[in-house]
């Protein structure tokens, strides 16, 4: 029994560090294709990663992962020939693709061709026989193209051989290698969608593919260096002409407004005075929003959202959506550990996020008010972090500051503090939050479609503001920071969110987006450890960009100025240019990318 015991452990054990290579090969394949294409979006354009054991002909027999071939025809005449395509054709925004295939075995006379070949074609030939197929084989170095003729072109490969198939999609052309020394251009004006295809024709003959499993032989990323370098000076040389003074005048422009949208104040004053221009906001104006934004970028939410409705009383009235979303916010940072709330009640942020030692303890919760509301407004870009969801929302009634005691207390009772009462505290004082942020991330994602983040994402705060330093403790990440009344106030607020959710959706009917926000917010509770789940992104620093700059585009839209600056409009504008370029087929979007002229 004893050996039928150890038996199973080894078998076990066998199989679990199958898999884990199995992830690691995963993991470095994508890693690789993601340094090699960076502009493909693979939802919509799936690279190649293995043949189709559905498009192939019956001679073609497939294992390991479907990247090794082997030929299992009878191999007496050109009609045993077979091929095998690859899953997917080749997206235009690779700009340049290669594969690589080695030779295992040239089998009994070693007719096997490798190249490329459009949907449809027969694959009971060897490729470059049929029209738009494309083919060099190894039997005699010739190249084929669309036709059963082949015309000399390189060595013959044998066993032991890689050999590489380029396409350059900027130029469509192609050109192979063969142990890594470049052969020269074999095809010209290649259509669009080609598939990578191998045939093989007698018994014995064996392939295996990379298409990025492992280092190619070749050093295909020199090559892509060249080609960007060569459409990064096209569009240097593109001509402005006389309109060079107007163009300045327009970037300077676009650069101040871009400043004073995030709140860069020193520097856009400074900016507005070297260009002359006006800054179209006032100065104390930017300094509030800026307030907001550090509070909230230190995942102090309880105090951003009383500030916001201290100082912009009916902005949160007439979002209710907006509301919401700061909160549910807020319910994130109580888990963190880092929303005043729960510090004033002895918790600790953990190590991982952001934090300030001894903050005071404000919380607005005026009475909601709800009324009829889209989800969103006319022009809201879902995909855009500067957009604006058309909500309404609460104000407050200020009372005195005073400061929160260092120790757990108990868990504050349902009529000191609610989402739907009116006691609240006053926010943190000018003086409580350093009015100068131009080291910040101002709310900008990367996922944006902007494509580009405003400083850095790790939100440190400036030297003279002790209240937004990031605490450096080495102690183990705990929910609510460790505080056992922080925990039953986080579930006390999480009531009360679920109770504003109801409210909500019987005052403005249903909604998708926040239905799915307070149910990822709540799943984090379902883990023992909820940084390491699968929720557990939503405690990221990061996270707090997109609600920051939703925020600071709804408080920019009461002073009847764009959600989103122009500058960002165009570089996202410009970005959209380029996904269409690569969906049309225009391969030099490859090596055109935007973030390449921000940074």
């Known amino acids: 029994m004893s050996g039928q015991s150890s038996g199973c452990g080894f078998l076990m054990s066998v199989v679990v560090h199958g898999d884990s290579a199995l992830n690691e090969q995963e ?3 994508n890693q690789r294709l993601r340094r090699l294409y960076p502009a493909v979006n693979e939802t919509e354009t799936p690279l190649p990663r293995s ?48 594969f690589e295939v080695k030779i295992i075995s040239k089998g009994r006379d070693g007719y096997m061709g490798i190249g490329l070949s459009a949907q449809g074609v027969n694959m009971n030939r060897l490729p470059g026989w049929d029209k738009h197929s494309y083919g060099y084989h190894g039997d005699d170095g010739h190249s084929f193209c669309s036709s059963g003729t082949g015309q000399p072109y390189g060595p013959t490969f044998t066993t032991g051989d890689v050999i590489g198939c380029c396409v350059n999609l900027i130029n469509n052309t192609c050109f192979y290698t063969k142990n890594g020394h470049s052969l020269g251009i074999a095809f010209t004006d290649l259509p669009p969608n080609l598939y990578p295809t191998v045939g093989l024709q007698t018994p014995g003959e064996v392939v295996d593919a990379n298409f990025g499993q492992h280092p190619f032989v070749f050093d295909i990323e020199d090559y892509m260096r060249e080609w960007r370098t060569k459409i ?10 006389e309109r060079e003074g107007e163009w300045q005048s327009m970037i300077q422009k676009m650069v101040a407004s871009y400043l004073v949208h995030h709140s860069y104040c020193a520097t856009a004053e400074a900016f507005a005075k070297s260009t002359d221009q006006a800054v179209h906001e006032e100065l104390a104006s930017i300094k509030n929003r800026q307030k907001i934004q550090k509070l909230v970028l230190s995942g102090r939410m309880g105090e951003a959202i009383e500030t916001t409705q201290q100082l912009y009383p009916n902005l949160l009235e007439r979002n209710p959506d907006l509301l919401f979303m700061l909160k549910v916010r807020q319910f994130i940072e109580m888990v963190n550990g880092t929303d005043s709330e729960v510090r004033c009640l002895g918790g600790r942020s953990p190590k991982s996020q952001d934090s300030y030692p001894g903050s005071p303890r404000p919380f607005s919760s005026p009475s909601h008010k709800a009324s009829s509301a889209q989800p969103h407004p006319p022009g809201f870009d879902s995909n855009c972090c500067n957009g604006v969801t058309s909500n309404k929302s609460h104000s407050s009634s200020p009372h005195s500051h005073k400061p929160c005691p260092p120790t757990s207390g108990p868990a504050l009772p349902a009529s000191d503090v609610s989402l739907n009462g009116s006691h609240s505290q006053q926010p943190a004082t000018s003086g409580d939050v350093d009015m100068e942020v131009d080291h910040f991330t101002n709310g900008v994602t990367e996922s944006s479609s902007n494509g580009f983040l405003n400083g850095s994402s790790k939100h440190a705060a400036e ?20 505080s056992q009344a922080a925990i039953e106030r986080m579930i006390h607020f999480g009531r009360e969110l679920q109770s504003m959710s109801e409210h909500l959706r019987r005052e403005c009917g249903k909604n998708s987006a926040n239905k799915k926000m307070l149910k990822d917010a709540f799943s984090l509770l379902a883990y023992s450890d909820p940084w390491s789940s699968p929720v557990g992104y939503q405690l990221d620093a990061i996270q707090r960009e997109p609600v920051c700059s939703t925020l600071n585009s709804a408080i920019l839209e009461t002073h009847n100025l764009p959600k989103q600056p122009p500058l960002a409009q165009a570089v996202g ?12 087929g225009s391969g030099s979007c490859a090596f055109a990318s935007v973030d390449d002229y921000l940074h």
């Open 51 to 98: 043949w189709s054991p559905k498009d192939k002909f019956s001679y073609i027999g497939l294992s390991q992962n479907n990247l090794r071939v082997h030929y299992k025809g009878h191999g007496k005449t050109p009609k045993d020939a077979a091929s095998v395509r690859a899953t997917h054709p080749i997206p235009a925004a690779c700009g340049v693709y290669y």
């Open 232 to 241: 990064q000076a096209q569009i240097d040389r593109c001509p402005i002409g």
């Open 27 to 29: 993991k470095e394949l």
């Open 463 to 482: 030297d003279g503001d002790a209240d937004m330093e990031v605490e450096s403790t080495q102690s183990k990440r705990q929910l609510c920071g460790g």
């Open 573 to 584: 504008q410009a970005a959209q240019c380029l996904a269409i370029m690569a969906r049309t």
